[in-house]
Nanobody
């Protein structure tokens, strides 16, 4: 059974940091691109960051560039999202998702528009003083 489980969310003050984890079971993340998405109340879900299945190619939303870093630990089959300099606009439920590489773009590529078919349950991040 393919499963993604997020953890690491919580309440943090503005300017603080959190590290989210996305642990996979039932499949090997080295064969999938992984994306982090978020959804704030009353807003549409948006892509935050992604990492390719091979080569560690990454992409970030403009709103988080320079503050967030995505990484993958293949030994533990886990993808992380390191979030620094958090602000109230980062408050949302954060989801990780996995996508098979596109036949057109290959394994050394990721984007928020890949077919993300496996999703975690989400973890709440609240930035508030």
């Amino acid at each position: 059974q393919l499963q993604l489980v997020e953890s690491g969310g919580g309440l943090v003050q503005p300017g603080g940091s959190l590290r989210l984890s996305c642990a996979a079971s039932g499949f090997n993340l080295d064969y999938f691109a992984v994306g982090w998405f978020r959804q704030a109340p009353g807003k549409e879900r948006e892509g935050v960051s992604c990492i390719s299945s091979r080569g560690g190619i990454t992409n970030y939303a403009d709103s988080v560039k320079g503050r967030f870093t995505i990484s993958k630990d293949s030994a533990n089959n886990t993808v992380y999202l390191h979030m620094n300099s958090l602000n109230v606009e980062d408050t949302a439920v954060y989801y990780c998702a996995a996508a098979s590489p596109s036949a057109y773009t290959g394994s050394y590529y990721c984007s928020f528009t890949l077919q993300y078919n496996s999703w975690g349950q989400g973890t709440q991040v609240t930035v508030s003083s």
